[in-house]
C-alpha cells in the first residue's frame, strides 16, 4: 500500500510590527507559537525550562567568581555576590558632615548586558 502525501497548507505567520506597549506573557507566546508553527504550550515549556536552567547556572556565587549565563545572540547574565559591610562611620559626600553609614547584608546581584546582536538590532 502506498503512502499518499497529503498537502496542509501552512497559514502564514502574520508580519510582525512594534508593540506600542509591552507585550503580556499570553501574546509573546501564541506571536512565538505562529512563527515558530509549534503550540502555545510547547512555547511555554521551552521558557519554563529556560528559566529553570537560568536558575540552575546563576545560584550561588562566590566572592570573586561570578556565575554567567549567555542567551546566546541575544544577551548575558551574570550574578555576583556582594558580601556583607559592616556599620562604619564617614564623611557624607553631599552634606561633608560625619555620619554612621548601616551595615548591609550579603547579597546577590545580577546584571545582563545585550551582546553585539542584540545591539545591532535596535
Do not use: C, W
Request: net charge positive; charged share 30%.
Amino acid at each position: 500500500m502506498a503512502k499518499t502525501k497529503t498537502s496542509k497548507k501552512a497559514s502564514k505567520p502574520m508580519k510582525l510590527s512594534p508593540s506600542s506597549k509591552p507585550r503580556k506573557k499570553s501574546e509573546l507566546y501564541n506571536l512565538l507559537a505562529e512563527h515558530a508553527e509549534l503550540s502555545r504550550k510547547q512555547v511555554a515549556a521551552v521558557f519554563d525550562a529556560l528559566g529553570k536552567v537560568m536558575a540552575v547556572d546563576l545560584a550561588k556565587p562566590t566572592d570573586g567568581k561570578p556565575k554567567i549565563f549567555v542567551v546566546p545572540g541575544m544577551m548575558k547574565v551574570q550574578s555576583v555576590y556582594k558580601p556583607a559591610t559592616k556599620a562604619r562611620e564617614g564623611i557624607d559626600p553631599f552634606t561633608k558632615e560625619k555620619k554612621m553609614f548601616k551595615a548591609k547584608p550579603a547579597s546577590t546581584r545580577i546584571r545582563i548586558r545585550p551582546l553585539k546582536a542584540l545591539k545591532s538590532m535596535v
